[in-house]
């Protein structure tokens, strides 16, 4: 399966659009929010079109703008006005491009910074050291590059010793990287 954000809309069948259509609930009127009753992805939803074996997956509220305007999104996002993920509303529904979206996220408050954000709430969260994968060195390693730099061991010897390149060496060191071992 793939999904078609940034890809050319696929063919619709009749039978496509209305089980789109019979997904989305619009008891609210014509003004309110039309919300998805369907499958999501991240708060969003989302259907499956085409046969099982070439089907594709679409955000519910692209395919609803495509359907209501007759305009492929491509590239561009489909935002909304209402900041209902699952809102399917064409009168919701705008384009615009990702700095768009992001600024309009921001100017309603939807953005997190600084003390706020997500991370700086739950620091817990963020890996940091060997609890990445991809991570040369453990704790261990850190605190022993930081004893032998002290007593005098250059970072080329110390480079050599654990498969990483001086700067890094040099970084522990200051303690500019793995600042989170003591």
């Not at 069948?13 to 369907?38: F, H, M, N």
């Amino acid at each position: 399966m793939t999904e078609t954000n940034g890809r050319p809309m696929p063919a619709l069948s009749a039978s496509d659009i209305e089980r789109t259509q019979s997904k989305v609930d619009r008891s609210g009127g014509p003004d309110s929010c039309w919300l998805w009753t369907g499958g999501t992805r991240s708060g969003y939803g989302q259907i499956g079109i085409g046969s099982a074996k070439t089907q594709v997956k679409i955000y519910a509220h692209r395919l609803a703008y495509f359907l209501e305007y007759g305009v492929d999104p491509g590239a561009l996002f489909v935002c909304h006005s209402c900041d209902q993920r699952l809102c399917c509303n064409p009168k919701h529904l705008w384009l615009g491009t990702q700095k768009q979206n992001l600024e309009d996220a921001a100017a309603k408050g939807r953005m997190h910074r600084g003390e706020e954000h997500g991370l700086r709430k739950h620091p817990e969260l963020v890996r940091r050291g060997e609890q990445c994968s991809w991570s040369k060195l453990k704790n261990a390693d850190v605190i022993e590059i930081r004893a032998l730099h002290a007593d005098g061991m250059s970072r080329s010897d110390l480079s050599r010793k654990f498969g990483v390149s001086q700067r890094t060496i040099g970084k522990i060191a200051r303690r500019e990287r793995w600042k989170h071992v003591p």
